[in-house]
């Protein structure tokens, strides 16, 4: 079956800088993207990556590796509106996302 | 408008009653996407559309259906609601079906059977 895995939760300072983590096994590969999702919103895409390595877009960074089915969204100095969930997500053979079940992000000052 | 709307924003309904969720895009995005989350799980994909005129189903479809008459519209219906079809909704767009197509999401309805 597909599967994508991420901690349920995390916790770090206002200022701090932070990785979640994302682990996936799918039929294909077509891209991973990362999702932010405030409580009650819309999840709004941050980041897509399909080639091994960084990508880095202010804060944020994503970082991929195909072989090891591993990816990870780093952000740094940490706001407290960074308080949300990310969502992992593959597209897979079918070019279909794959969700997990995303990494609630709780902020202290 | 400016991107996707769904409508309701929440619902109570009854067990057994019909229920159509509402979806439209102003963005003239060939692809639309319903999702439901819920506690604990990742979004699930009920069903999709890459084009006007066509339909597929996602991984959870069953007691869901929608259409796509037009390229903006991408209703979903409920036949007969069961109270494990409470959920969020999602209606997403996308310029196009697959590869790096970003999908944008509308603002979601809450789902209540009772």
């Known amino acids: 079956g597909q599967n994508i895995d991420q901690p349920t939760e995390m916790t770090a300072t206002e200022g701090a800088i932070v990785q979640i983590n994302c682990t996936y096994q799918t039929s294909g590969f077509n891209g991973l993207f990362w999702y932010q999702q405030h409580a009650g919103e819309a999840p709004t895409f941050l980041s897509y990556?399909?080639l091994d390595g960084l990508e880095e877009k202010g804060r944020f960074s994503s970082f991929l590796s195909r072989s090891k089915g591993y990816s990870y969204l780093l952000l740094k100095e940490l706001q407290m509106k960074d308080s949300a969930s990310y969502l992992c997500a593959v597209m897979d053979s079918n070019y279909q996302l794959i969700w997990g079940a995303g990494t609630k992000l709780i902020i202290k000052p | 408008i400016a991107g996707i709307t769904q409508a309701p924003t929440s619902q109570i309904l009854a067990a057994g009653r019909r229920m159509t969720l509402r979806c439209t895009q102003d963005?003239?995005?060939?692809?639309m996407y319903w999702y439901r989350q819920d506690l604990g799980l990742g979004l699930r994909l009920i069903h999709y559309s890459n084009t006007a005129g066509t339909t597929g189903k996602g991984e959870v479809p069953d007691g869901y259906s929608v259409s796509r008459a037009n390229t903006d519209d991408f209703p979903l219906t409920l036949a007969s609601a069961v109270p494990s079809q409470t959920s969020v909704y999602f209606c997403a767009s996308s310029d196009q079906a697959g590869g790096q197509e970003t999908q944008y999401f509308g603002p979601g309805t809450r789902l209540l059977v009772l």
């Open positions: 990556n399909v």
């Open positions: 963005m003239r995005h060939n692809a």
